[in-house]
């Protein structure tokens, strides 16, 4: 009972903290951008927009706290989100060569008439590229597992489908998804417009999603 | 960043202590292999949950559900028969509701008829007992299949909204009754799930398949669905092998009809905008002698939500060939 409030509590925690694959010019990135607010418009799953802060880290390699918030569309809209923390930072850079790793925790949540799920996970991703202070090129390598997903059957889902279903946490791995990817962007005064397409990959299943390509476009402001 | 740490560390360790997704009554009910006080069927190498209503001798009616991969439980009315002088058989076809579940591969259209022979022949206590099939969605078009392949074995047939007795049909009635509209709450609801459970076992396929339901009944559904009618299980694996069949080979259930002389009846919803008239005479048309009705004030699932319109229209039908 105990672990159960307090993972119910991270959650919340979580919640406030976000991000969505945070996606940076970082051959535009100076000494005094400290912060990075950024939006974004897309499919991923379902049609999605989403907002994130960054935090510079005052380290010599470029290093973010990243956070985030993502939400598909739709009548309800705070029914169905995902959102991260984490860390992102440059691992190598040699002749605008750019290799960046991120790593960051997952707290997601569906809710329809039936179940409100909410899931725990982690996220890592790798891009590497040619980034310019004007433009940047590089493709992108993530994977999201879904450590653990709590359970909450509504009535309708007991009356009509299944009466003694089990409420409660479930183990891993309730979700496994690759993806693979390219992104670009143009660069100008304080400001990024990115572009990312890609596609998915379940690790989980033999079965892929629905719709397994994502396409994003995003806007970063960078505030010193 | 110790903190963080401490965050991801405690998730990990957390995770130890949950529940399984595999261990059968968790999230979906046990199926009649796990569970052997629920009825059921040997047949045809496999094991069906059924139930039977009415006078074994009476005239046989038996009920296919729809789907493919539902159950009978929203059809259940149709045991309203028996009080009427029927023997009525319901059963969750092979691999759905409570009926055991199987690999993709065991699916196929052959075998579907199968078991539907297998359970006719399980519940016959004569050999001159009439068999009458009532089909609902994609029951019917397995009606329409099994009397396309044995015209002399049904001694009549009612057929509530075949979603298409060939594909041609079937794509027509798709395209207008199941739109994807990507920015509704009702699509995002079908999408946004598949990242939470991206398994691949049997009860995680489902489960996650049974979530999606609501979006065939949202607000201003083309089918004039009321609303949530009751399942036991969907089965995730019966369904993905029937859209292969249908897309990787097709199929014709209307190339030997038109030897089928018995009158059949076609019965429609009239809140159903994309079946209608039109559609139900376009399919009756494929047998000789036909009837077509409107069954007023429902749509597709007018068994669940309108069986006392259903009723006063089957039985007639029904009592004529009796």
């Avoid at chain 1, 923390?85 to 008439?113: D, P, V």
């Avoid at chain 1, 143009?186 to 400001?191: G, K, L, R």
């Avoid at chain 2, 019917?140 to 392949?149: D, F, G, Q, S």
């Avoid at chain 2, 006392?308 to 009592?319: G, T």
Wanted: aromatic share 14%.
């Amino acid at each position: 009972m105990k672990h159960k409030i307090y993972l119910s509590l991270l959650c919340v925690v979580l919640s406030f903290h976000f991000a969505t694959g945070q996606t940076y010019n970082w051959g535009s990135i100076t000494d005094s951008s400290k912060h990075i607010a950024g939006a974004t418009l897309g499919w991923e799953y379902s049609a999605i927009a989403g907002v994130n802060y960054n935090y510079k880290l005052p380290v010599k390699m470029p290093v973010f706290i990243q956070t985030g918030l993502s939400m598909p569309f739709g009548k309800n809209v705070v029914d169905d989100f995902k959102s991260n923390l984490g860390l992102g930072g440059q691992l190598y850079n040699k002749n605008n060569f750019h290799s960046i790793f991120a790593l960051n925790t997952i707290y997601k949540r569906y809710a329809n008439e039936l179940v409100t799920l909410n899931q725990v996970g982690l996220d890592f991703k790798t891009t590497n590229g040619i980034y310019k202070s004007r433009w940047f090129v590089a493709t992108e390598i993530g994977l999201e597992l879904g450590l653990s997903t709590h359970f909450k059957h509504s009535k309708t889902y007991k009356q009509n489908i299944y009466s003694d279903v089990q409420d409660g946490w479930y183990k891993p791995l309730s979700a496994g998804i690759l993806n693979f990817g390219v992104q670009t962007g143009y660069s100008f005064q304080e400001s990024d417009l990115i572009f990312r397409i890609g596609y998915f990959k379940t690790i989980t299943s033999s079965a892929n999603v629905l719709i397994p390509y994502y396409v994003t476009l995003g806007y970063n402001l960078k505030i010193k | 960043m110790k903190k963080i740490i401490y965050c991801i560390t405690t998730i990990i360790l957390l995770t130890g202590c949950t529940k399984d997704y595999n261990e059968p009554g968790n999230l979906v009910p046990k199926t009649v292999d796990e569970d052997a006080t629920l009825p059921h069927i040997n047949v045809n190498g496999t094991l069906l949950h059924s139930e039977t209503f009415g006078n074994s001798d009476s005239a046989m009616v038996v009920f296919l559900h729809g789907g493919p991969g539902a159950d009978y439980r929203n059809g259940i009315n149709v045991k309203g028969l028996a009080d009427e002088g029927y023997f009525v058989v319901v059963y969750d076809q092979r691999g759905t509701g409570l009926s055991q579940r199987h690999n993709k591969e065991v699916f196929t259209i052959q075998t579907y008829l199968d078991d539907l022979s297998a359970v006719i022949e399980h519940y016959r206590t004569s050999t001159n007992q009439k068999i009458f099939l009532f089909g609902h969605s994609w029951g019917a078009m397995l009606t329409a299949a099994y009397i396309n392949e044995y015209p002399n074995r049904i001694a009549g047939a009612i057929f509530a909204e075949p979603g298409g007795l060939n594909k041609d049909l079937l794509d027509e009635y798709g395209e207008t009754s199941r739109k994807l509209e990507p920015f509704s709450e009702a699509t995002n609801d079908v999408l946004y799930t598949q990242q939470f459970l991206s398994r691949n076992d049997h009860i995680t396929l489902d489960y996650r398949i049974g979530l999606q339901s609501p979006f065939s009944y949202a607000k201003g559904n083309n089918e004039g669905i009321e609303g949530p009618s009751p399942f036991w299980r969907n089965g995730a694996v019966s369904l993905n092998a029937m859209i292969d069949i249908s897309e990787n080979e097709g199929f014709d259930f209307t190339t030997n009809l038109d030897t089928y002389a018995t009158k059949v009846l076609f019965i429609y919803g009239e809140n159903n905008k994309s079946y209608g008239e039109s559609f139900a005479l376009k399919e009756a048309s494929y047998f000789p002698n036909y009837e077509v009705a409107q069954i007023n004030d429902t749509g597709h699932e007018m068994i669940y939500f309108k069986w006392n319109n259903v009723l006063p229209v089957v039985l007639p039908y029904l009592n004529t060939l009796k």
